[in-house]
DNA sequence: CCTAACCCGACCTTCCTGGTAGGATTTGTC
DNA sequence: GACAAATCCTACCAGGAAGGTCGGGTTAGG
């Protein structure tokens, strides 16, 4: 596998905000009901988003998340680098300011690391397809088929169990 | 990480198989020693190479691997495919033979999946790097000498360092 | 018949993933 | 002011996979 759960969850928990209107925060709990994720391990994803800048967050009765930028604004890259903290393709591309060694395998001295330009190639191929797709994009395609996004004002406080029942089937 | 160390010691396998003249097969221990890994791991990692048909062998005294094609003819798909499995950015990709859906986390009833938009490019951008790379490339590249892959090299228009972030513990 | 090599499956150990637990703090509402 | 709803923070843990190791079996050249 390619991405973490975490990157799943974290993309997941940004669309459903994208469908909210930025003036009412959403809580954590309400996005956990709807995608059906627990919700401590949503606050750890969530955590590293607002670490990013990439949403915002008010404490306190009626708090929540939102989207510190318009959904058209924030590229899928920004995204998955936040949450799973690096793109790489291999070890030796998880370059931290340190000065490690990284490429344990070195062949040969004089010659090159025969593995370089191919994992160089994919990254690229990566970052270029989450830098070309938007927030919104996934908004969109998420929510055509669907009904309104959840409101926060309508919601119903006690157990809404109509998600968890379609999910069973 | 995305790729598991399987594909690195196969890609590194192949190219040095890339390097030698397949009218004599290559053993296992000559490559175990120039790239420095394990004889006992690579037998593990080639037999999947075998296994796809990209490396053919010999047993007994003088045995070995070489390539069942010429290295130009060799996509680099093709052996990131077999080392890996499958080459899938999230569990909902990989799908084997059958078809039940893998998809554990569905949204409410009618809504679409957030994230397949999202993975689909990324696999989409993955394999299109590993297609337009052949053997002989990477053959090429890693016995050059100094860093001029430049031209080589795909550019990568981001503007900020990719994988410079820390990994958040 | 001995040795170099491929072939095969079982085992093992360490580390990360995915998730839980339990609390501390902030803030609106009654 | 008490309470409840929510964010925030840190530690912990179980399972599984990654990354090997080990031991042996089979094939073929000299």
């Not at 995608?35 to 009626?62: C, D, I, N, T």
């Not at 690229?124 to 926060?152: D, K, M």
């Amino acid at each position: 596998m390619i991405f973490s759960s975490k990157a799943e969850y974290g993309v997941r928990l940004m669309v459903e905000l994208g469908r909210q209107r930025p003036e009412q925060p959403t809580s954590l709990k309400a996005i956990a009901d709807a995608e059906g994720l627990p919700l401590a391990y949503l606050e750890q994803v969530v955590a590293k988003l607002r670490r990013a800048g990439l949403v915002m967050s008010a404490r306190g009765a009626h708090g929540g998340y939102w989207l510190s930028r318009p959904a058209e604004e924030i590229a899928m890259d920004e995204v998955v680098q936040a949450l799973e903290g690096s793109i790489a393709p291999m070890e030796c591309f998880v370059h931290d300011n340190t000065e490690r060694v990284l490429c344990s395998h070195q062949p040969d001295a004089g010659r090159g690391c025969a593995t370089k330009l191919l994992w160089t190639r994919v990254q690229g191929g990566i970052i270029r397809s989450l830098q070309n797709t938007t927030l919104a994009e996934l908004v969109q395609f998420a929510g055509r088929h669907g009904p309104e996004p959840v409101s926060v004002v309508e919601r119903v406080p006690a157990a809404e169990p109509v998600a968890s029942a379609f999910r069973a089937a």
